[in-house]
């Protein structure tokens, strides 16, 4: 039964921007997130997260990186990103 209810609750995406471009090592530390866009001055991740303490888990890795956060947010539809600024 429990393995059911599991399977039924619907995960939750979630879009994390952070200060700077994040590349390479840093951007694995966020394994199981995509980077959707990256400007000269910010990176966006978007990715499934299970539940609360998931998301806790991603922010303290994003801290431990060293990455500035700027700005986490449910997405419950997918968001058209912004033309590139140049």
């Not at 997130?33 to 539940?51: C, K, L, Q, Y």
């Not at 806790?56 to 801290?63: D, K, N, Q």
């Not at 500035?68 to 419950?76: A, G």
Request: aromatic letters at 4%; a positive charge.
């Amino acid at each position: 039964m429990a393995v059911q209810a599991r399977q039924l609750r619907r995960l939750m995406v979630y879009e994390i921007v952070v200060k700077g471009r994040v590349q390479g090592t840093l951007s694995r530390a966020l394994e199981g997130f995509e980077v959707v866009s990256t400007a000269a001055n910010e990176t966006r991740f978007r990715g499934d997260v299970d539940d609360q303490p998931a998301l806790h888990a991603v922010l303290r890795r994003i801290a431990g990186c060293n990455l500035v956060l700027t700005s986490v947010r449910r997405v419950d539809q997918p968001v058209v990103d912004s033309p590139a600024r140049g």
